[in-house]
Structures are given as structure tokens and as C-alpha cells.
């Protein structure tokens, strides 16, 4: 079965500029995370959603935001970029519930975002 | 809150064996996950532990110790392909907590 999806896959946009990046999980799963990775900080939880409901949202400024359709397919968007931005923005998806009772997560291969 | 402690990198020879040990924190324990992740691509799922003990899985085992808050990941017969960055982490909240990562380097 298909894997999960990220669109686009590589991005450069300017300060101040925003961004919309897209995911769609694998068939069958409802719970859709969000996690930035940079060299420094590593993989950081940005936010989880679950029938169209944010669950749990990382410590991230409120430029951060997202969203879920009923179809499980899940958006993200930062605005008022900033060069810090600049990161691998990974979707992960599962059945239920993001990994607390075992359930797998599979991640996406990623949106490359470079802010300059 | 969460802590998890990896060594930031080793490097061991074709054929040998590498032992990533992970170190953990956590206010509630909800197993343990393994995740391998080649330079510039997706973390891959290799395992999950919830119960004490060794878990085998060809080439690679893991395993738990939920009173000493430590886990470890066993590569046997290493594989140049096996080089990349090995990350253990904690689902909590709907999330996964990862560590730092483990940057494993095979040489021939």
C-alpha cells in the first residue's frame, strides 16, 4: 500500500514569507503528527491531529499551525518565516494513536524547507 | 517530562557487531521505539518494546529494561549499508520523544 506522502518535497522561500506544506497518510490512518528536524535540535514534535482535532501541539511559537481534513490528510503552515525555519519538516502517520500503544508510525520522506 | 540519552556516534568494522545503548526518563512508560534514519530520508521503523527483554529480528535485536530505564539496539554482521543514525524514542501524549541520535559509520 502507498506510504505516506509529502508535498513538495524540496522548497526555498524568503523571510517573511509563508508556507503550506501537505501530507497524506496511508490509507486506513487517522492520526497524523508533525515534526521538524534540524542538525542542532534533532526531531521535534510540532503538533498531532486525529479526526480533524489537534490532540497535542509542541513547543513551537504560534507562527506554527495546522490542520486535518475528514479524509485524514493533514496540512501544515508557518508564516512570517524566519532563517531558523530552515528544516526537514517530517509528516508521520498511525492507526489511532501516535504510538502509545505500539501502533507503528511511519514517517513521510519530508519537505525541505530553506529559508533565506 | 522526558529524557533520553544516546552516544552521539560509533563506528565499527563490516561484519562486526554494534551496540546502541538508549538511556531513558519518562513520567509514564509506554514502550520503546527503534528508528533508523539514512542521511537525508524518512526514520524507518525497525522495532518496538513495551515488555523486558530481547527481541530478535534478523539482524537486529532489541532490548528492555523498564526498572533500569535502558534499552539497547544489537546490529549483527554490519553491512556498509548500515551506516546511518539510529534513534530511539518514547511515545507519550500522542507523540514520539526522540533522542539525539545515534550516528553509526561501517567501515570496510
Known amino acids: 500500500k502507498a506510504g505516506v506522502t509529502q508535498t513538495p518535497r524540496y522548497l526555498i522561500k524568503t523571510r517573511g514569507q509563508q508556507v503550506t506544506l501537505s501530507c497524506s497518510p496511508i490509507?486506513?490512518?487517522?492520526?497524523v503528527s508533525w515534526y521538524q528536524q534540524t542538525p542542532g535540535q534533532g526531531l521535534q514534535f510540532l503538533f498531532e491531529y486525529f479526526s480533524e482535532t489537534q490532540r497535542n501541539k509542541g513547543n513551537f511559537p504560534g507562527r506554527f499551525s495546522g490542520r486535518q481534513f475528514s479524509n485524514s490528510r493533514s496540512e501544515m503552515n508557518v508564516s512570517t518565516l524566519e532563517l531558523g525555519d530552515s528544516a526537514l519538516y517530517l509528516c508521520?502517520?498511525?492507526?489511532?494513536?501516535?504510538?502509545?500503544?505500539?501502533?507503528?508510525?511511519?514517517f513521510g520522506e519530508g519537505s525541505w524547507l530553506t529559508v533565506v | 517530562g522526558q529524557n533520553i540519552d544516546q552516544p552521539t556516534e560509533m563506528t565499527a568494522t563490516e561484519g562486526a557487531i554494534v551496540q546502541i545503548n538508549c538511556t531513558y526518563q519518562t513520567s509514564g512508560f509506554n514502550g520503546l521505539f527503534w528508528y533508523q534514519q539514512h542521511a537525508g530520508e524518512a526514520p524507518t521503523f525497525l522495532s518496538y518494546n513495551v515488555l523486558d527483554g530481547l527481541e530478535e529480528k534478523g539482524r537486529f535485536s532489541s532490548f528492555l529494561s523498564r526498572s533500569k530505564g535502558y534499552s539497547y539496539l544489537l546490529l549483527k554482521e554490519l553491512q556498509m549499508k548500515d551506516s546511518a543514525s539510529y534513534l530511539c524514542?518514547?511515545?507519550?501524549?500522542?507523540?514520539?520523544?526522540f533522542g539525539a541520535g545515534t550516528t553509526v559509520t561501517v567501515r570496510a
Open positions: 508521520a502517520s498511525s492507526l489511532v494513536d501516535g504510538g502509545i500503544s505500539g501502533n507503528t508510525i511511519y
Open positions: 490509507s486506513g490512518h487517522r492520526s
Open positions: 524514542a518514547l511515545p507519550n501524549d500522542y507523540k514520539l520523544s
